[in-house]
């Protein structure tokens, strides 16, 4: 038997007058080479040069053995190869099967090994031909689709939303994952999945819109976002938030496109009753402002008389009464003059809510000067100092702005410590989105509990008899801030002086001048 370089085993395949066409099937066999065993002798082996290559070994450095080419096969799957050299067995080579073996960087080949008996001259088995095919990209890819498949499962497992694809356009058929049906009020495939079984549950009213917004998906490329009401098990249409894109053939039509759908029928009926509340409330408020305004209009002829009556009384019958008639004469004048700065605060105060007042460029620096001479003989009583750094210029309703400035530095020259002489600090602070213009006083100081109440119209912190006032003023100071897209808001404490700050965005605003 020869077992030099010249081998016995490939001198029989590379004979061509070999009673078996093994050349041919070599020819047409697979990308893994082969190996031709001695089933007399199983330890002689002739192993292709493709096989070491598909490996990543050169064959000059191996042994042409049967040992050598079990060295690279894992043990655990060498037993699959070693039971076709069993004669018993032979059908089993019937079958293909998958060993894994030891690439040359370390790495794991698969191959997939496909013997094949040759008998001698007595019809007897005495040779396997074993063809290889290296199938460790298809492994691999396998793989990698089998983990993306996992985590997609396991996405459609946990996700609040119903996944939806319909995978072949050319189709009726589509996928619902289990958690769609569930928002459905159906089982797990309890009715069909397709895309004629979607429309039917699509509320009629809805169809339009969304084959608008899958045109134009289409056409654009865009994923749409949409809400439509679906049919559920139980008869009643539920609202869904769905969002969905495809995948486009040569000629630009969809072939798949996959979805998902979100349940915000709660969320949606909760909307709809907020914004009918909201326009209910708004109109309510017109109605409010409407009224308060009509009233305290006609009410100002009545105070005015009664008013006129009063002093009429007084001047002519002045001698008839006695110090107490006197004296109710006097509070009659004093209420209906309360009341007529009332009315007039009231009408102030719902005129902020009529229309829109013309807005432009405002010097804030000029309305506190035009302010501080409007309040002159109050500084000059209280000997109050008041200091004004540079203000911005901005776009604003003017007569609001000097309305606001003068109820907060009149608040300031009204809330004083008694002896101590008023101390008021106008300043602004910049930030990137508004002018933050506060002013300060050293005065009395506000409760913070008292924080939120104070800007409700008619509120007051003290009696009439202490402080003079409606209760109407930081009110408008609120509506006028409210309606130039700014806040208003208070720091204080008793004894420890007042800051109110306000802001009015920069948007479209000119800088400091």
């Not at 070491?52 to 053995?65: E, I, M, R, V």
């Not at 917004?213 to 289409?218: D, G, M």
């Not at 602070?429 to 933050?436: H, I, M, N, P, Y």
């Amino acid at each position: 038997m020869d077992t030099s370089d010249d081998n016995y085993l490939k001198n029989e395949i590379l004979d061509s007058k070999s009673k078996l066409p093994i050349l041919k099937i070599l020819q047409n066999g697979m990308n893994g080479g082969f190996t031709y065993q001695d089933l007399k002798s199983p330890e002689q082996m002739w192993i292709s040069e493709q096989f070491w290559q598909s490996l990543g070994y050169s064959d000059k450095t191996k042994q042409p053995s049967t040992a050598e080419r079990n060295n690279v096969i894992y043990a655990e799957d060498l037993s699959n190869y070693q039971k076709n050299c069993n004669l018993n067995q032979l059908p089993c080579l019937e079958d293909p099967y998958i060993v894994r073996c030891k690439h040359f960087d370390g790495s794991t080949c698969w191959l997939e090994c496909n013997d094949f008996l040759v008998s001698d001259d007595d019809n007897q088995p005495h040779r396997l031909l074993t063809i290889y095919n290296n199938i460790t990209k298809l492994k691999q890819l396998k793989a990698e689709h089998d983990n993306v498949a996992e985590r997609f499962e396991l996405v459609a497992q946990g996700a609040s939303v119903g996944i939806w694809d319909w995978y072949d356009s050319s189709s009726d058929d589509a996928y619902w994952t289990p958690k769609f049906y569930e928002l459905l009020g159906y089982e797990n495939n309890e009715l069909h999945a397709s895309l004629s079984g979607f429309l039917s549950l699509l509320h009629p009213e809805d169809h339009e819109e969304v084959m608008k917004a899958v045109n134009e998906h289409i056409k654009t490329g865009i994923p749409y976002d949409i809400k439509y009401r679906l049919k559920t098990k139980s008869g009643k249409y539920k609202w869904f938030r769905a969002s969905a894109a495809s995948s486009l053939d040569a000629v630009g039509s969809p072939r798949r496109m996959v979805g998902t759908i979100q349940d915000i029928n709660d969320l949606k009926l909760n909307q709809d009753k907020l914004e009918k509340a909201i326009t209910q409330l708004k109109s309510s408020n017109n109605d409010l402002e409407q009224f308060a305004y009509v009233a305290s209009h006609d009410l100002q002829e009545p105070i005015r008389v009664i008013s006129s009556y009063v002093q009429l009384i007084n001047r002519r019958y002045r001698n008839t009464f006695d110090s107490d008639g006197e004296e109710f004469l006097a509070f009659i004048v004093d209420a209906c003059k309360r009341m007529q700065t009332l009315i007039n605060d009231l009408l102030d105060f719902s005129r902020l809510g009529r229309g829109t007042p013309e807005k432009k460029q405002v010097n804030l620096n000029e309305i506190v000067t035009n302010i501080q001479s409007f309040l002159a003989n109050k500084i000059e009583e209280t000997h109050a100092v008041i200091k004004v750094d540079a203000l911005p210029t901005v776009i604003a309703s003017p007569s609001q702005m000097e309305r606001l400035f003068q109820n907060l530095i009149g608040n300031s020259l009204k809330y004083v410590k008694e002896g101590v002489p008023p101390e008021v600090r106008i300043g602004v602070e910049e930030t990137a989105q508004s002018w933050q213009i506060f002013i300060n006083d050293n005065g009395i100081g506000i409760d913070p509990k008292y924080f939120d109440k104070i800007f409700v119209i008619f509120q007051r912190l003290h009696a009439i008899d202490e402080y003079s006032g409606t209760g109407v003023g930081l009110a408008v100071c609120k509506r006028i801030v409210d309606s130039h897209g700014g806040e208003i808001w208070v720091d204080s404490a008793p004894g420890e002086g007042t800051t109110f700050t306000f802001t009015l965005p920069k948007k479209n605003q000119p800088s400091i001048v």
